[in-house]
Structure formats: C-alpha cells, structure tokens
C-alpha cells in the first residue's frame, strides 16, 4: 500500500535572514508602500503568519498558506475577510508585510493575488 504524505506536511527550512531583521516600523513602512493603515486585525494576519513561518518554514507554496490563513481566520469570514483586509491579493500583501519571502506560485492570478 503506497502511503500519501499530508500535503500540509512541509521539509523544515529556515527563514531567510531578512525574516529576521524584520520589526513592526518596517511593517508599518512596507504597509504604507501598499497604501494599507494596519490595524488590529492586520496585525493579527501578520503575527500569524510570522508564526506559521518559524513553525514550517518558508517552503510551503501559496496555495497551503492562504488555506492555513483561511482557516485561521475561519471566524471572521476566511479568503474573504482576508481579502477585505489586503485587497490585492493576502498572499502577496501579507507576507510582504510580515517580512515573509513570497511562496512558490504566489503571483499566480488564482492564489491569493490581485492585479
């Protein structure tokens, strides 16, 4: 019998050394180049994702990561409020906010990214 690995199961890989270097006033920087005014709930996208990285690492592709941010915040609407939150796309705004490199596939139309 051939066993299937979860496909939420990810090899552990570092953050890049910038995830490190990162801080709130670059996110408040970065949030500003997206014309974004961070709020609480933002905030909470962002810590989340922060915390998704140091836990999985960064090799995840963007299709798992907006579905672990759209059950996260299950809640408060999912994939819609996340998009409420960043309009052109949770995917590529959030992570480029929280200091994330962006996964595979992540400016790809379908997942999770306006244009």
Not at 17 to 43: C, G, R
Not at 51 to 66: D, H, I, P, V
Request: hydrophobic share 35%.
């Amino acid at each position: 019998m051939i066993q299937r690995q979860d496909p939420l199961h990810n090899e552990q890989r570092q953050p890049p050394e910038s995830f490190h270097q990162w801080n709130e006033a670059l996110a408040e920087s970065l949030a500003a180049e997206e014309q974004i005014s961070l709020t609480d709930a933002h905030w909470r996208v962002i810590r989340f994702l922060r915390r998704y990285c140091e836990e999985n690492g960064t090799l995840c592709s963007a299709r798992l990561l907006l579905k672990a941010m759209s059950s996260e915040f299950r809640q408060e609407g999912g994939k819609r409020y996340l998009y409420t939150l960043f309009p052109r796309g949770p995917v590529v705004q959030a992570c480029k906010i929280s200091g994330m490199p962006l996964p595979r596939h992540a400016l790809d139309l379908s997942f999770g990214s306006v244009h």
